[in-house]
T-cell receptor
Framework: QQQVKQSPQSLIVQKGGISIINCAYENTAFDYFPWYQQFPGKGPALLIAIRPDVSEKKEGRFTISFNKSAKQFSLHIMDSQPGDSATYFCAATHKAAGNKLTFGGGTRVLVKP | DTEVTQTPKHLVMGMTNKKSLKCEQHMGHRAMYWYKQKAKKPPELMFVYSYEKLSINESVPSRFSPECPNSSLLNLHLHALQPEDSALYLC??????????????FGPGTRLLVL
């Protein structure tokens, strides 16, 4: 019930292309869905987040799409740049969880010049 | 300043050693977290402190002992660790732990190797 499934595990995209990462969840109590970006040797950093009452959120080149009925959400990285090469984690939490994050398995993105 | 600092950056210890990891934040946050991260895996929550009190212990073995001396500091005391405890230990903080949509700010982590 607490699981968040993330795909793909890894992704290679050409510079300027679109990176798409998908996540699916089971627990309908989840009501906050953040995405974290982690570079090698660094801690995760919040990239963008969405609530289920919104179907899409865009911040610069990063867009989250949310499908509440399908219990799925995805991250789109437009015009991917080599500096976007990192591991991306989706996550989910809900009020009763006290801000405890349930993470997806992660996606390693490599953007080739 | 949205920085969480952790020391040391790297630590090598034997199974009989006692060591401590330190974490500090000056953002006025009242919730602090310890996570363990294995290679190519997501962070796993270990402990949560809320207003300097331990609020969540994710059934972590007693060889890991957290301490929150004040609202800015978080320690993780290590004793009699096993090689499988080798990992990146991440500290994080947030405004509080009771509300949703509160960003957790992570430190760079301490890379621990247990021999």
């Amino acid at each position: 019930q607490q699981q968040v499934k993330q795909s793909p595990q890894s992704l290679i995209v050409q510079k300027g292309g679109i990176s798409i990462i998908n996540c699916a969840y089971e627990n309908t109590a989840f009501d906050y869905f953040p995405w974290y970006q982690q570079f090698p040797g660094k801690g995760p950093a919040l990239l963008i987040a969405i609530r289920p009452d919104v179907s899409e959120k865009k911040e610069g080149r990063f867009t989250i799409s949310f499908n509440k009925s399908a219990k799925q959400f995805s991250l789109h990285i437009m015009d991917s740049q080599p500096g976007d090469s990192a591991t991306y984690f989706c996550a989910a939490t809900h009020k009763a969880a006290g801000n405890k994050l349930t993470f997806g398995g992660g996606t390693r993105v490599l953007v080739k010049p | 300043d949205t920085e969480v600092t952790q020391t040391p950056k790297h630590l090598v210890m034997g199974m009989t050693n006692k060591k401590s990891l330190k974490c500090e934040q000056h953002m006025g946050h009242r919730a602090m977290y310890w996570y363990k991260q294995k290679a190519k895996k997501p962070p796993e929550l270990m402990f949560v402190y809320s207003y300097e009190k331990l609020s969540i212990n994710e059934s972590v073995p007693s060889r890991f002992s957290p301490e929150c001396p004040n609202s800015s500091l978080l320690n993780l005391h290590l004793h009699a660790l096993q090689p499988e405890d080798s990992a990146l230990y991440l500290c994080a903080s947030s405004q509080s732990s009771g509300g949703v949509q509160e960003t957790q700010y992570f430190g760079p982590g301490t890379r621990l190797l247990v021999l």
